[in-house]
């Protein structure tokens, strides 16, 4: 079973940022597209924003475009989400989640579609 650990989260205040990081355990990353889901308390999970297996193709969600951004470090086995003016409707559990296949715009954010899944890491945004 392959698995994943996020880390980066935390208490921010409003307009603050954080930078959340998804490593896998015992594989690489190189060869799959990344995606970030957000969950919070009696909600669906959502896509949150995506990144294909070359890094040439990103996807976000139009709530945090312009805000947040998806990046990966094929070197480093690690891919990113660096978030900055946060609002109180982005805290959530985040998971960063994996997946062979070739994400496109109609597609990338549907979480059946990702093989492989995070436990999460948790984002407050409170003053």
């Known amino acids: 079973q392959l698995q994943f650990v996020e880390s980066g989260g935390g208490l921010v205040q409003p307009g603050g940022s954080l930078r959340l990081s998804c490593a896998p355990f015992?594989?690489?990353?190189?060869?799959?597209?990344i995606g970030w889901f957000r969950q919070a308390p009696g909600e669906e999970r959502e896509g949150v924003s995506c990144?294909?297996?070359?890094?040439?193709?990103?996807y976000y969600a139009d709530s945090v475009k312009g805000r947040f951004t998806i990046s990966r470090d094929n070197a480093k086995n690690t891919v990113y989400l660096q978030m900055n003016s946060l609002k109180p409707e982005d805290a959530a559990t985040y998971y960063c989640?994996?997946?062979?296949?070739?994400?496109?715009?109609?597609?990338?954010?549907?979480?059946?579609?990702?093989?492989?899944w995070g436990q999460g890491t948790q984002v407050t945004v409170s003053s």
């Open positions: 989640a994996a997946q062979y296949g070739r994400p496109s715009l109609g597609n990338w954010h549907v979480p059946m579609r990702y093989d492989y």
């Open positions: 015992g594989f690489t990353l190189e060869d799959q597209s």
């Open positions: 990144i294909s297996s070359s890094g040439s193709n990103t």
